[in-house]
């Protein structure tokens, strides 16, 4: 079965604390993976993806397939950084874009 | 370019009734998503559409439904509602089919009472 796995709830760190937020997924085959950030007030927004192994306001994410996991790591967080963090799926094969969604992390960054 | 809009923001309905949720894609993009998002839940998959045709479901019943027009923009039905449809309900816009990147719009809270 498809899913994916976002075992923290709530992730609080202090401003400048490096962050790690966990995804691990399940599926068989090639994935795409995805980081989808929701600012308070704001509509999810896609944060990065695996393919474009891109950094997105210092965020870097790498898929591990050995692990199953695509954990979402910054080495200096920022008070504006607080947000609701989802890692989604993206099957690969087939024509349907469905996302799959994991419950989310909440990152709180105290100051 | 315009984003993806929802109507209406938030809604109230009665247990039994029907509701009807609407979504205006971004310009440009020709397929959109349906997810349901229950408080403290990521966001589930309903179904797809693509250029007016249904382009896969997720796990859900017959009393949800949907509609895609010649502009794009998209129609979200649920007949006989039950309490456990009150969530947020989202849609999401892309280019091509499956493959592009999905634009949220803000959402349609239903409240079933």
């Known amino acids: 079965a498809q899913r994916v796995t976002q075992p923290e709830k709530l992730l609080s760190v202090f401003k400048g604390a490096p962050v790690e937020l966990k995804c691990n997924y399940s599926?068989?085959?090639?994935?795409?993976l995805f980081w989808y950030v929701q600012y308070s007030r704001q509509r999810l927004q896609l944060l990065l993806r695996?393919?474009s192994r891109e950094s997105i306001k210092g965020f870097t994410a790498d898929l591990n397939k050995g692990e199953t996991s695509f954990h979402l790591k910054k080495p200096f967080a920022q008070e504006e950084d607080s947000a609701m963090y989802y890692c989604?799926?993206?099957?690969?094969?087939?024509?349907?874009?469905?996302?799959?969604f994991g419950q989310g992390t909440t990152l709180q960054v105290k100051p | 370019e315009t984003g993806v809009t929802q109507s209406p923001t938030h809604l109230i309905k009665t247990r039994g009734q029907q509701v009807t949720l609407r979504c205006s894609s971004q310009?440009?993009?020709?397929?959109v998503s349906w997810y349901q998002q229950a408080l403290g839940q990521g966001p589930q998959f309903i179904f797809q559409y693509y250029r007016e045709e249904e382009n896969g479901r997720g796990n859900f019943p017959p009393r949800f439904s949907g509609l895609q027009f010649p502009n794009y923009s998209s129609e979200l039905n649920v007949n006989a509602l039950e309490l456990d449809d009150s969530a947020l309900y989202l849609c999401?816009?892309?280019?091509?089919?499956?493959?592009?990147?999905?634009?949220f719009g803000p959402g349609t809270r239903l409240t079933v009472t």
């Open positions: 310009s440009g993009h020709n397929t």
């Open positions: 695996h393919i």
């Open positions: 989604a799926l993206r099957s690969g094969s087939g024509n349907t874009g469905k996302l799959i």
């Open positions: 999401a816009s892309s280019s091509g089919q499956g493959g592009g990147e999905q634009y």
């Open positions: 599926y068989s085959g090639s994935p795409e």
